[in-house]
């Protein structure tokens, strides 16, 4: 089972991909990289920065199956 992400951390990563779905990508390191200092503090910059890696992840599934 994986790890719970509270609701602060899915409603900033989806208002950043909202904002701008191209900045991001489907891998870790490199949202890590674009979200950069900019966060309070690591640990949540990646919370934020998997999240996005899972919801970039998804979409491209469900782009493909159709």
């Known amino acids: 089972m ?5 609701k602060q951390v899915k409603r900033a990563s989806l208002s950043l991909v909202e904002k701008a779905p191209e900045m991001f990508d489907s ?3 490199h949202n890590k990289k674009v979200l950069g200092k900019d966060m309070p503090s690591k640990k949540v910059r990646n919370m934020i920065a998997g999240y996005i890696t ?8 469900i ?4």
């Open 27 to 29: 891998t870790f390191d």
């Open 54 to 61: 899972r919801i970039k992840k998804n979409t491209k599934k």
């Open 63 to 66: 782009i493909q199956d159709e």
């Open 2 to 6: 994986g790890r719970i992400k509270t």
